[in-house]
């Protein structure tokens, strides 16, 4: 699928993404409940829900974005749902194992920017400052629900740098309307 130029908008994400979503919105869901759930979507949704992208092919945000605010455990359209946790565990335990025999917490964010720019088509992530200890990553990125900076971010950082080997880690969203400057995050992240 060619896409058109990216812009601050992230309008794609890559297949992995797509089924790391699934997996975690089937959890816990009985066949005909599944089913059911998958009735309440967007013909355009189930169709992708109900199908296995390959793991590089671009698949449309706004359908997972439908998927997870219409998900029966979701509460009032957060991304609750996708638990920033375990979505850092299905892809950096299982598809990127490799990554963790190699990474510390100051290379895991000194390549998030790279790991970013590849599972999302648009937007613009940046390592502004990584010391030991502690860094800064902006984000300049529109589209998806304000939890999915506010929460699952946050969290993905979290558990992909106590993957890496950082422990005590923290890490604070700075949103937009705190930068003054629209579809501006940034992320303060600290560990021991």
């Given at each position: 699928?060619?896409?058109?130029?990216?812009?601050?908008?992230?309008?794609?994400?890559?297949?992995?993404?797509?089924?790391?979503?699934?997996?975690?919105?089937?959890?816990?869901?009985?066949?005909?409940?599944?089913e059911a759930y998958l009735q309440t979507?967007?013909?355009?949704?189930?169709k992708l829900l109900r199908r296995n992208p390959s793991e590089y092919e671009w698949v449309p945000m706004q359908a997972l974005v439908e998927a997870v605010v219409k998900h029966p455990s979701s509460r009032g359209g957060t991304v609750s749902v996708l638990r920033g946790g375990l979505y850092a565990d299905l892809m950096m335990t299982e598809k990127h194992r490799w990554m963790l025999k190699v990474m510390?917490?100051?290379?895991?964010?000194?390549?998030?920017?790279?790991?970013?720019?590849?599972?999302?088509?648009?937007?613009?992530?940046a390592a502004e400052r990584v010391e030991p200890g502690r860094a800064t990553v902006t984000l300049r990125a529109s589209g998806p629900s304000p939890p999915w900076f506010g929460v699952l971010i946050p969290t993905w950082f979290k558990r992909s740098l106590e993957l890496s080997g950082g422990s005590a880690v923290e890490v604070t969203h700075e949103p937009?309307?705190?930068?003054?400057?629209?579809?501006?995050?940034?992320?303060?992240?600290?560990?021991a």
């Open positions: 699928m060619r896409l058109p130029p990216a812009g601050v908008e992230v309008t794609h994400v890559r297949g992995l993404i797509q089924a790391t979503v699934t997996r975690i919105l089937m959890e816990s869901m009985e066949p005909l409940a599944w979507l967007s013909p355009g949704t189930q510390t917490p100051e290379l895991m964010v000194s390549q998030s920017p790279r790991i970013f720019a590849f599972y999302h088509h648009g937007g613009e992530m937009p309307e705190a930068t003054g400057e629209p579809h501006f995050h940034r992320y303060w992240l600290s560990w």
